[in-house]
T-cell receptor, first 113, second 115 residues
């Protein structure tokens, strides 16, 4: 089983649509969870951290279910500028106490006019 | 805003040659990392570095790889004898602290092409 698994997509949605991405992780001892965004041939950039209580940042809502080892990202009112690859990222767990990030394959989103 | 910088942006080398990829982390950060991303694949952890020594390394980080912080600002990744499969984007990252929700900031990457 992959350490962090995502639906690779691609997701093609019109502007204004709501889109949801899902992610599962295999290490139940993982401690911290993130969504990063990666534009084509660029570095990953932190979009938002994901907390157990769920959290929202503008049009973006992230949820974490530790029991199911499941993370989600919801984007409302999609903009053209949201087109990117969204990376589910997990940190921590046994033997990884020094900040190692484990990345999923990424989900490609294209928002069209 | 402070940022991580990397040089060169693109490095082309012949198989078997040594390469050194350079990074300048954010100045007050204490933890430093290298990741790589082969074209079309996921970002993979290579190594973390703290207090002038390796904290953790992945299976990818074999004897061909080494890291160094030669002065107070630079953080380097050396590949001693490059292979074709080393062709990838190499990202340096840094963070103030390692655990919890401390953010890792990534540099723009060095694209390594091994011919």
């Amino acid at each position: 089983r992959k350490e962090v698994e995502q639906d690779p997509g691609p997701f093609n949605v019109p502007e204004g649509a709501t889109v949801a991405f899902n992610c599962t992780y295999s290490n139940s001892a993982s401690q911290s969870f993130f969504w990063y965004r990666q534009d084509c041939r660029k570095e990953p950039k932190l979009l938002m951290s994901v907390y157990s209580s769920g959290n929202e940042d503008g049009r973006f809502t992230a949820q974490l279910n530790r029991a199911s080892q499941y993370i989600s990202l919801l984007i409302r009112d999609s903009k053209l500028s949201d087109s990117a690859t969204y990376l589910c990222v997990v940190k921590g767990g046994p033997g990884t106490s020094y900040g190692k990030l484990t990345f999923g394959q990424g989900t490609i989103l294209t928002v069209h006019p | 805003e402070p940022e991580v910088t990397q040089t060169p942006s693109h490095q082309v080398t012949q198989m078997g040659q040594e390469v050194i990829l350079r990074c300048v982390p954010i100045s007050n950060h204490l933890y430093f990392y290298w990741y790589r991303q082969i074209l079309g694949q996921k970002v993979e952890f290579l190594v973390s570095f703290y207090n002038n020594e390796i904290s953790e390394k992945s299976e990818i980080f074999d004897d061909q790889f080494s890291v160094e912080r030669p002065d107070g600002s630079n953080f380097t990744l050396k590949i001693r004898s490059t292979k074709l499969e080393d062709s990838a984007m190499y990202f340096c990252a840094s963070s103030l602290l390692a655990g919890g929700y401390n953010e890792q900031f990534f540099g723009p990457g060095t694209r390594l092409t091994v011919l």
